[in-house]
Nanobody, 124 residues
Framework: QVQLVESGGGLVQAGASLRLSCAAS????????AGWFRQAPGKEREFVAA????????DYGNSVKGRFTISRDNAKNTLYLQMNSLKPEDTAVYYC?????????????????WGQGTQVTVSS
């Protein structure tokens, strides 16, 4: 199995940028598709972005499309989420996840491995 640890969260003002990282250990990270999800207080966890095993195919949730970019460096066993033009509604705990499939999907149940989450807070 693979272990995932997120970092890079914090408190920022609206309009700012943050880059989240997710360090993978254990099995070879390139064997997994990967994704980011988030959960705001009182809300269900929602899909943010997904990326295929080699990184050539990506998918984004409608609320972040055009502002967030998912990427991965398989040589460094690391997944990234570049977040630009942050809004207060982006405030949430952000989780990275790994899936057995080739392409990342939007379904939580397709992901077998999860990190512990990192808090992102955007003030207005």
């Amino acid at each position: 199995q693979v272990q995932l640890v997120e970092s890079g969260g914090g408190l920022v003002q609206a309009g700012a940028s943050l880059r989240l990282s997710c360090a993978a250990s254990g099995r070879t990270f390139s064997n997994y598709a990967a994704g980011w999800f988030r959960q705001a207080p009182g809300k269900e966890r929602e899909f943010v972005a997904a990326i295929s095993r080699p990184g050539g195919t990506t998918d984004y949730g409608n609320s972040v499309k055009g502002r967030f970019t998912i990427s991965r460096d398989n040589a460094k066993n690391t997944l990234y989420l570049q977040m630009n033009s942050l809004k207060p509604e982006d405030t949430a705990v952000y989780y990275c996840a790994a899936a057995w499939g080739f392409l990342g999907t939007r379904k939580e149940t397709d992901y077998a491995f999860w990190g512990q989450g990192t808090q992102v807070t955007v003030s207005s």
